[in-house]
């Protein structure tokens, strides 16, 4: 196990099953959130600035 930060200076090789497990969970998550954005839009009838929107006047409201 690398301290963090050591494989940026040291000439010792990224840790890329680590960084493949990151990459494959920050993509699924990414498209958990766009299929929430299409499920609101479906919802709503708004698109994603149309129900940020919402929100704001929701919240400020």
């Known amino acids: 196990m690398e301290r963090f930060g050591e494989g940026l200076t040291t000439r010792r090789p990224w840790n890329t099953v680590a960084l493949a497990r990151v990459e494959r969970l920050n993509g699924r998550v990414a498209m ?22 919402a929100l704001l006047r929701w919240y400020l409201g």
Request: aromatic share 4%; net charge negative; hydrophobic share 50%.
């Open 32 to 53: 958990l959130g766009f299929a929430a954005a299409i499920g609101g839009e479906l919802i709503s009838g708004h698109g994603p600035a149309g129900q940020l929107l």
